[in-house]
């Protein structure tokens, strides 16, 4: 082992990362992982939905480093984020994901943090051909050249079926030892893990990316379309678009109304960001109102919520309406659900 032979890690928590950095550390590379936050990855370290809703927004890498050996810093790129989200240089992918840029941010970032350790390269657990829109050969490049780590990115995972790096030119890191998978299928990389006594790792695709679900792109691209020219949404609001049904009341107010107990507990959590709802007489979600809501909207959120609740239908169901302390309640018809069907944002 060669103490002086550092590198930086990308590592997203899922199993390619998982494998890269395994695939490093054993020929004796001292790794130092950085794990980052864009805001918009709302899952914990085992791809699951957070259960606790105070917990949503912070990762803990303790755990996935320490089953790695190696330490994992955590990068927060929320704020600068915004730029990369609503002006991407290179276009979006399927839905609202700028990943080209994401993607190079991310790597200009671990450049800098090469120079602050004193490590020789960077690597990533990318694999050539498995994402459309990052990880074909010319996307590759550009991504490396607009980095500025031309020769010092090192894709462990394809590095056999990609042109040789700095690292393995000089001998830092052996060629002959990295790999050459490509292509969307995992088969290889899951035997992988399993010869090396891998066991944890979130599902093999291991995206978080909340920005390539249809439903949540259409929910931000709604809300953005009502923010001022230097406005952003705050951590809070991007969790609460992956929770819930999200009715648009009118152009000044929304409403989500839970759809398990779980999520009851989350918009219970945010109360505070609105008007919370609950009906009285049935058992049911409970809704929170964003915005600035009228009085006939918080009466259509409340035939929204009635028409939820489970047990006897009833012509009239009483709900109540909380916000900062004050309270009070409203008889509504449940709203049928077509007619809420038409308000909803999916």
Not at 17 to 43: E, M, P, Y
Not at 57 to 68: C, V
Request: glycine residues 8%; proline residues 5%.
């Amino acid at each position: 082992m060669t103490d002086a032979i550092r590198a930086i890690a990308l590592f997203s928590g899922g199993l390619d990362s998982t494998l890269a950095i395994r695939i490093v550390r054993d020929q004796g590379i001292l790794v130092h992982a950085l794990r980052f936050q864009t805001g918009f990855c709302l899952v914990d370290d085992r791809g699951k939905p957070r259960a606790n809703p105070g917990e949503i927004y912070r990762t803990d890498p303790s755990a996935a480093g320490e089953r790695l050996g190696v330490p994992v810093e955590v990068v927060d790129i929320y704020d600068e984020y915004w730029e990369i989200l609503t002006k991407p240089r290179h276009g979006y992918g399927s839905v609202m994901n700028p990943c080209i840029d994401c993607r190079i941010r991310m790597l200009r970032i671990a450049k800098e943090k090469m120079a602050e350790r004193g490590a020789r390269f960077v690597f990533t657990g990318e694999v050539l051909g498995q994402r459309p829109m990052t990880q074909h050969r010319r996307t590759l490049r550009l991504i490396e050249k607009e980095s500025g780590l031309e020769g010092f990115l090192l894709r462990p995972l394809s590095a056999k079926l990609l042109d040789p790096t700095v690292p393995e030119k000089e001998g830092w890191i052996d060629r002959e030892k990295l790999l050459d998978f490509s292509g969307r299928s995992r088969k290889s990389q899951i035997r992988l893990a399993s010869a090396l006594g891998i066991e944890e790792y979130p599902t093999p695709a291991g995206g978080c990316c909340s920005l390539l679900d249809p439903v949540f792109a259409s929910r931000l691209v709604d809300r953005l379309e009502r923010l001022g020219p230097d406005e952003r949404l705050a951590r809070e609001e991007v969790h609460l678009l992956k929770v819930g049904r999200h009715f648009r009341l009118s152009p000044a107010a929304k409403a989500i109304v839970a759809r398990d107990e779980a999520e009851c507990r989350v918009l219970h959590f945010h109360a505070r960001l609105g008007w919370r709802l609950e009906a009285e007489e049935v058992r049911g979600p409970v809704a929170l109102v964003q915005g600035e809501p009228t009085e006939e909207d918080l009466r259509l959120a409340a035939a929204i919520t009635a028409s939820y609740g489970s047990g006897k239908a009833a012509s009239s169901v009483r709900v109540r309406i909380e916000r900062r302390g004050e309270s009070r309640t409203e008889d509504v018809a449940p709203l049928p659900r077509e007619r809420g069907a038409a308000l909803r944002i999916e």
